[in-house]
């Protein structure tokens, strides 16, 4: 079997969750390579996303680490054996690696929460909206790729239109509402859009005011995405040097009560429709 040249963000973290298996068990990448009767380049191949791994040679992995955990190895072998071609493929020699590792995060995800302080969050925004948020970056995007992101971003949503829909969460911080990305009519149909989505009973959408007490501690944007189980969880938050994902057990749990924070210092939902309607009528 050919090795892959640029591996997933869902290969990449099967083949991470298989090293931190092994190194559980206390055993080298030659031990497991002896146990299962391959050479350790293929052991090293396979927990680096370079090559893939059949359900009955996982299971074997998991068998020789003692993990006792059978939903575990059950979405690993999920992992393993899914042959998912999804719509972020069109995208794979336009656009960065990391809009497309998020669009199949997000499509296997079993739910999502975002945090957002200056934007509103992206699977909410309108064509409009995104549009005068990435037409301010500096240097300019040529108009080629300012389409292909703004035309990425709004397919994104098609994890609300499946039969189950992905439930979602969203904190939206109040400068994120009063922030004019674009001009008053953009702002007021995007305000007119979350109220909208809202509704939805798969949608949660509370908002942080500037007066709100007790709000302290996250003053990055966050996002959460919930794995098959928990132990499959990711996060993101940006940071100077660019955004990547968390999946370590310590840093997951950190992000939990950071996000778990910042949703008790919020409005309630009903609370922030409201909130939301009076922004929106001050436009």
Not at 15 to 31: I, Q, S
Not at 151 to 173: C, G, N, T, W
Not at 189 to 197: K, P, T, Y
Request: aromatic share 6%; proline share 6%.
């Amino acid at each position: 079997m050919a090795l892959r040249s640029e591996p997933t963000a869902r290969q990449r973290r099967l083949a991470t969750e298989l090293r931190r298996l092994r190194e559980a068990a206390g055993l080298t990448a030659r031990e497991a390579a002896g146990l299962l009767g391959v050479s350790p380049p293929q052991i090293s191949q396979i927990e680096t996303g370079l090559a893939g791994v059949s359900e009955n040679r996982l299971r074997r992995m998991a068998a020789n680490y003692s993990c006792t955990d059978a939903e575990l190895v059950a979405a690993l072998v999920d992992m393993a054996t899914d042959r998912t071609r999804g719509w972020w493929e069109e995208y794979r020699e336009s656009l960065p690696t990391p809009f497309l590792d998020l669009a199949e995060l997000e499509y296997h995800s079993r739910y999502r929460c975002d945090v957002e302080f200056l934007f509103i969050p992206g699977l909410l925004q309108t064509d409009s909206y995104a549009r005068a948020a990435f037409s301010s970056r500096i240097p300019a995007l040529p108009a080629d790729e300012l389409d292909l992101r703004v035309s990425h971003r709004m397919q994104r949503k098609v994890i609300f239109d499946r039969p189950a829909p992905l439930p979602y969460e969203a904190v939206i911080h109040e400068a994120a509402l009063r922030i004019r990305v674009g001009d008053r009519a953009v702002s007021r149909a995007q305000l007119a859009r979350v109220l909208e989505l809202s509704e939805a009973d798969h949608i949660t959408v509370r908002v942080i005011p500037f007066d709100m007490d007790g709000f302290g501690g996250a003053w990055s944007p966050m996002m959460l995405a919930g794995g098959a189980v928990p132990k499959l969880d990711t996060a993101a938050r940006d940071a100077p040097d660019g955004t990547g994902f968390i999946d370590s057990e310590a840093q997951l749990n950190v992000m939990r009560t950071l996000f778990r924070k910042v949703e008790a210092a919020a409005l309630g939902p009903d609370r922030s429709r409201d909130f939301i309607r009076r922004l929106a009528k001050e436009l």
